[in-house]
């Protein structure tokens, strides 16, 4: 039986080191803020935000929410991120997309100010993911990867990892990310012969699955001693939530694997959280 990687774990332990960091920006008056801009009623994005919010009571950060209606205009939209790029009370900014189909993504995120781009979906702050710089941060759910690695000492130095996916959100940033701690890293995509995928998989040391397939890792492409971090939020055949991986065939061979519900996902506020805290710091010059 593999060993389960919980997100909840890795989330308090988080939380819990932003405790000191959050009373020395209180000491000097800095209050750690995050203006949370939403667009209309998706569930998935109100559901976030309530994760959030609860999140934020619990690291004692601020969090407002600028809610607007699906048809407000880029312009407005953009009038509004102006705003929250101006004032120095507001550390960190999080947008939620996709953003409505007449909004240009592009312009609005590339609006956003770097410094407050608390989930990393800047081109500058990618950019400082690619550069190992500290322009921005990375997303979210790229370093919750890391988190969970690092809190379960997982030693990622020299290893062999395959990330299965190349988003922006997750692929390349948290290739990058790995790279950065000397491991080697192959990505695979949806262009990848099946042959190399399996035979790259099956020489892994760790295997990231963020492809986006319900169920798509199966036990053809899993061995003994891997481990696993499995980012796919789906919905299965029988309405349940399951991740990338086929849990239940790959579960018994592996050494370590995130569960879907509550592995990686969990972990993506506390991410969250500890960018708005150290853009506080960054912002008042604390560090």
Known sequence: MAKLLKGQETALSISEGLGARVAKLKENDVIPRLAIVRLGENPSDISYEKGAIKRAALTEVEAEVFQLPQETSQDELLGLISKLNDDENIHGILIFRPLPKHIDDKVVKNALNPQKDVDGITDLSLSGVFADSDVGFPPCTAQACIE??????????????????????????????????????????????????????????????????????????AVSGQIIIDVGINVDENGKLCGDVDFEAVEPLVEAITPVPGGVGSVTTAVLMKHVVEAAERQSRLI
Do not use: W
């Open 148 to 221: 969970i690695l690092e809190y379960y000492g997982i030693d990622i130095k020299g290893k062999r990892i395959v990330v299965i996916g190349r988003s922006l959100v997750i692929g390349k940033p948290v290739a990058m990310l790995m790279m950065k701690r000397n491991a080697t890293i192959s990505v695979c995509h949806r262009s990848t012969k099946p042959q190399d995928l399996k035979d790259l998989c099956r020489s892994a040391d760790i295997i990231l699955a963020a492809a986006g397939a319900a169920k798509n890792f199966g036990k053809d492409l």
